[in-house]
């Protein structure tokens, strides 16, 4: 399936997800599943949709963060933890996921700050992984969307990946020791972008 057609499915998923809670619920039960049988570099498509349900202001959305991100046995802050020596790929692009998501919506922010402790190891271990990679080789020019390999690879996407990961625990600290992280770059690195904050209050469905 093509990037085009992606976007039009996972268009039509939200839209039609919006304010009706049983779709929302069997959309849920779908996507942990596909997150937690498929490898990390098949995950592009399924990250996408749960991007968007995640930030989706209607009465279910404190039901998909719980349902989706903290589910205890399959949600996406345990399969993060159960891949990181499987499939290191597949735990860097849902820490990804949420750290687009909480980017999009202050709603999924604040639920991962409630993850406090879940979520500081997530960001210590990329920040490991980022070290580890950068003792071995200079950042790979590809993107771990596009490797076969089930490996993380260092990227400069990664490095803003953890820089607004860490700073987005950091802000609600209210200083950055307070987490045994930091957001040190390496020199290939580009500067993070801004993100735009604002969520729409209802999904439009792309004609």
Known sequence: MDSSTVLVVVDALVYVAYNLPHFSDSLIHQIRYQIDTSPGNELRGITK??????????????????????????????????SQISDSQKSYQLIKLLTSASNKSNVVAQYLLGCSSKWQWCVNWLKKKMQEQSLLSHAATSSNEDSLSKNFQRTTSAQIT??????????????????????????????????????????????
């Open 49 to 82: 949709l749960t991007v968007q349900l995640l930030v989706l202001p209607d009465q279910s959305q404190n039901v998909r963060l719980e349902e989706l991100v903290d589910e205890p046995n399959s949600g996406i802050l345990k399969i993060i933890q159960d």
């Open 162 to 207: 953890l820089d607004h990961a860490t700073a987005m625990f950091n802000s609600s600290q209210g200083s950055s020791s307070d987490m045994d992280v930091d957001s040190s770059h390496s020199d290939d690195v580009q500067t993070v972008p801004n993100v735009d904050q604002t969520v729409e209050n209802q999904p439009t469905l792309d004609q």
